[in-house]
């Protein structure tokens, strides 16, 4: 099993920064990629970011150019480095780790940090 813990969520205005941290425990050995989630009130959680063992990143594309997805494997841990953030980044964003083969889904997960922003 891994445990996940997220940080750094907060209230900004809208044009401001913020970096969310996610520090992974546990099985971390069975990890092949980690991510970060969004829901929304009334709306489904949907992806954001991920990044892979290897580096490699995929992103939604309304944060592309604003959201920066990295890891530091000796800390396990990942983070989200939010940029130009705007009024419909307000949500709660949760931490996603996905185990053992790459086709797994990303099954463990965070408790989520809020993310608010305003006008």
């Known amino acids: 099993q891994v445990q996940l813990v997220e940080s750094g969520g907060g209230l900004v205005q809208a044009g401001g920064s913020l970096r969310l941290s996610c520090a992974a425990s546990?099985?971390?050995?069975?990890?092949?990629?980690m991510g970060w989630y969004r829901q929304a009130p009334g709306k489904q959680r949907e992806l954001v970011a991920t990044?892979?063992?290897?580096?490699?990143?995929n992103y939604e594309d309304s944060v592309k150019g604003r959201f920066t997805i990295s890891r530091d494997n000796a800390k396990n841990t990942v983070y989200l480095q939010m940029n130009g953030l705007k009024t419909v980044d307000t949500a709660v964003y949760y931490c996603?780790?996905?185990?053992?083969?790459?086709?797994?889904?990303?099954?463990?997960w965070g408790q989520g940090t809020q993310v608010t922003v305003s006008s």
């Open positions: 990044i892979a063992n290897g580096g490699s990143t």
């Open positions: 996603a780790a996905r185990l053992g083969k790459t086709d797994n889904p990303f099954g463990s």
């Open positions: 546990g099985s971390t050995f069975s990890i092949n990629a």
